[in-house]
Structure formats: C-alpha cells, structure tokens
C-alpha cells in the first residue's frame, strides 16, 4: 500500500511530529497502513486525549479483529476474536452432533428441526456438510422465518371427496361387473 503524499506531507509539516519524532512518525504509517486515520491529539488536554486514545484502539481493535477473522475464516464477535476462538471447539462439537443426529433422522420433520437450528449465513456449505437437498433448505429457512427456530410443521388438509362421490365410488366398484 503506498502512503497518499498528502498525509504524509500532513505528518512531516505538523508541529507534533517535530516534537514527538520519529516515533509519532511510524505510529502514523502504522495506524494508514491499517486503513485508520492518524491520531491528532498535539492540541488536546490530557484528558481529551485519554478519550481520543481509548476510542482509536476500540476502532483499530474491532477493524483488526474483523480482518483477522476473515482472513483465517473464522466467525467475528464484538467482544472480541479470542473469546470466539476459545469456544470454537464447543462450537465444532454441537456441529458434529448435529450431523450425527442428522445422519439418524428418519423423517423430514426431525430434519427440518435440526436444520432450523443451523445459522441462516450458511446456504450451499449447509447443503454440502449435512448432505440436504437445496429445496428442504429452502423450505426449512421459510419456517424458520415464519415460525423461529425448531418450528412444528404444519400437516397438509387431505383433500377428501364429498359424501355424494364416495357413495358413487362405492357403488361403481360394488356392482359385480366393475370389481
């Protein structure tokens, strides 16, 4: 990445950097090539400047942490990458007992149960890893949105015939001739 002459220009001519050095100097490269701006705190009481500080690491911090986490593919949460990383094996083994359990499902409503508990960011890697067809997928995201997580499912009414029909369809199939 290269530095824009600008804001390097900025560093060079302001008073700060005269005063403060090199150090100040590197600090601001460091904070651009994070993509922050520079910290200008030169003019502030010590007490602004403790509220500048705490402000820019909680930004660096959580820019960092975002970067971090897409890079090694690894969820992001706010309280920090660590946290999430130490529960990370906690978080692979309910996976795995939900593939498992999966595995055992007999029928569709258990699997639209199970699927419904997975995270809504995954689609095709859902599909791949719990071997689902894309339509229950589908289906089960509509539920899901419908009705939360671990929905009933809803029997279809049958479609039954009128009285006036089944007493025909009787006697069609009664009569010695038709069965």
Known sequence: MKLKRKTLKLFQESLYVQTVGQDYLILAVQLTLLGESPLKVAKLSSDKKMSVISRKIEK???????????FFDVPYVREGLFMELDNSD???ILINKLKEKMKSATSVKDKIKILSLLPSSWSQKTITEFSMSEYLVKSTRNLVNKYGILPETIKRKQKLFSQTISQKIIEFYGKDENS
């Not at 660096?60 to 897409?70: D, E, Q, V």
């Open 60 to 70: 660096i911090s959580k820019s960092l942490g975002k970067k971090l986490s897409t």
């Open 90 to 92: 906690e978080y692979s």
